[in-house]
């Protein structure tokens, strides 16, 4: 299994490092303003090399999760190095076609997905349209069926176990929206099975939530969806696949979390204990394949000391990187050409709103003129908006010391273009 390379690094100068580069140099070299999210696509590449390694064996897969970062660059990377998809929306689905993941190695969730987005899954043929609720069948089939086809579908259960993570990216528990209640699988196996020839019900996947720091949460979860596997088998019924789903964390700077073989290794020996070691184990990570392999740069544009507290206004503002606001995450910000220490600044955007706030960091005696914002590589730009007419970020992907392609923000322009036009 290679070794993933690291995703940020100080040089013997203690300058920032991606890639095996400066990042001022990655930024000069890529001619962009900040804020400006890099990638180091080599180490995203590799880290989904050993995950496919860890699953041994070409019928598993491991669905990349769109959603955290679809940039077209990245999900290339991850499709060279043998990932299938997991996509929530027929422009995720579409992206990942478009950028060679194959569609028997696609999984679609969501407990919204529209007739188009269903009507683009069924004629793609993917692996399995996860459905979400015993209502969503019914609407499966239909489409399946003014298509003159069939669907291959999974069910997503509620497992009904609570992830110890943040509320809003805990998913398995009975008040979330997410999945089918495993009192209601019953009913749903009948409607699926009753919807043949138009549905083929192939697997039963879930996922528990994000962030997860041990593989045992994650156990747990899979442990619920074994079981509701071994019963149908038991019913002498048609199974092919399972799926866990996501949600490894990463080590932010706070406390270390497992790697995401580790979890795989640990699924793939419950699915022999359980006697499923024949079926297809479908993994669905994000997060822990982009996400310490991505950085935001943001440059200190204002400072001010005031009732005690020193505070550095940067140009990358919660319309840029949500989490901080969205699930209180907090990313580790270090100045950018020299290592933390010293002072502590209290670093904020410029978006008016009292959360733009990415709390108080390490930055020295005086401000550095720039920063860089660690581990922002899933759910960074994914989330990004415009708010505050502010306009996109800029994207910079590189590989072994060397700016590979650059995705360049649509600037202020294209921001009062677009509300002109509205
Ligand atoms: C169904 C599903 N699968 C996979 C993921 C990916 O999770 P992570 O990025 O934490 O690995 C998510 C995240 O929300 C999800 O909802």
Not at 392 to 411: C, H, K, Q
């Amino acid at each position: 299994m290679k070794a993933p390379m690291p995703g940020f690094s100080r040089n013997a100068e203690g300058q920032a490092c991606l890639a095996d580069a400066p990042l001022t140099e990655l930024l000069a070299a890529a001619r962009t303003p900040t804020p400006a999210y890099l990638y180091d696509v080599g180490a995203i590449s590799n880290t989904m090399e050993s995950l496919t390694a860890a699953l041994g064996d070409e019928r598993h897969v491991a669905a990349y999760s769109v959603k955290a970062n679809g940039a077209g660059s990245i999900i290339r990377a991850v499709a060279s190095a043998g990932a299938g998809a997991d996509v929530v929306s027929g422009a995720e689905l579409e992206v990942a076609r478009a950028c060679g993941v194959q569609a028997d190695r696609i999984v679609m969730s969501g407990v919204g997905k529209t007739d188009e987005e269903l009507d683009l899954a069924i004629s793609s043929r993917i692996l399995s349209v996860q459905v979400e609720s015993v209502e969503e069948i019914d609407r499966v089939a239909a489409r399946a069926r003014a298509l003159g086809t069939s669907v291959r579908i999974g069910l997503r259960i509620n497992p009904s176990v609570l992830a110890d993570t943040h509320a809003h990216i805990a998913t398995g528990h009975d008040k979330a929206k997410f999945g089918i209640a495993l009192d209601d699988v019953g009913r749903a196996w009948e409607l699926a099975d009753a919807g043949a020839p138009h549905v083929e019900a192939i697997g039963v996947s879930t996922h528990v939530g994000s962030m997860l720091m041990t593989p045992e949460p994650y156990l747990q979860s899979a442990r619920a969806v074994c079981t509701v596997a071994r019963a149908r088998r038991a019913g002498g019924k048609r199974l092919d696949y399972v799926s866990f789903g996501g949600g490894y964390g990463i080590d932010q700077g706070e406390r270390p979390a497992s790697p995401p073989w580790e979890f795989v290794r640990e699924a793939l020996q419950l699915l022999a204990q359980e006697g499923l070691e024949d079926l297809r184990l479908v993994v669905e990570p994000g997060r822990s394949i982009v996400g310490p392999h991505g950085v935001l740069v943001a440059r200190v544009v204002q400072t001010k000391i005031s009732g005690g507290r020193r505070w550095a206004m940067v140009d990358a503002g919660m319309n840029d990187l949500l989490r901080p606001a969205l699930y209180q995450a907090r990313h580790r910000i270090e100045p950018l050409d020299h290592p933390p220490g010293g002072r502590e600044w209290r670093v904020v955007g410029p978006v008016c709103e009292t959360a733009d706030d990415f709390g108080d960091h390490a930055l020295g005696d005086s401000p550095p003129s720039a920063v860089v914002i660690r581990d922002a590589g899933a759910y960074g730009f994914a989330m990004a908006s415009q708010y505050n007419g502010r306009p996109l970020p800029s994207e910079v992907f590189a590989a072994e010391g060397r700016v590979r392609s650059v995705s360049r923000s649509p600037g202020r322009t294209g921001w009062v273009h677009s509300r002109l036009r509205a």
